[in-house]
């Protein structure tokens, strides 16, 4: 197995750039342009699904019996999807409120 340290970073640069393209999202959507903000939510996803699937290998190994040292960086590497997780929910409402507002504006 890889090193647990550079797993951690692996998980922790993939929802990195997922929240990078969430925020992008809602900027672009504050900006009217949804084509363009759909596009980031989804390459925020796939940023996501990235480091979850990372993830996923940790726990498959410890469920199989591996023992996986619990430290900072892996606790940080989950505190980030966590925040990753949070900043997608708070994208697709404020996209909402965007559109709903672009609607309004253009009555």
Known sequence: MEGLE???FRI??????????YVE???AAAGGDYEL?????KEGDEFYAQGHD?????LS??????????????MH???QMMAAETVRLMAEENI??????????NK
Request: hydrophobic content about 40%; proline content about 0%; overall charge neutral.
């Open 12 to 21: 922790i640069s993939a929802v990195g750039m997922a929240k990078s393209s």
């Open 61 to 74: 190994k410890e469920a199989g019996g591996e023992k996986i040292e619990v430290g900072i960086i892996l």
């Open 96 to 105: 909402k409120m965007s559109k709903r507002i672009h609607e309004l504006e």
């Open 54 to 58: 990372v993830h996923m290998d940790l």
């Open 77 to 79: 590497s989950e505190d």
């Open 37 to 41: 903000s759909g596009q980031k939510m």
């Open 25 to 27: 999202a809602m900027r």
């Open 6 to 8: 550079q797993i951690c």
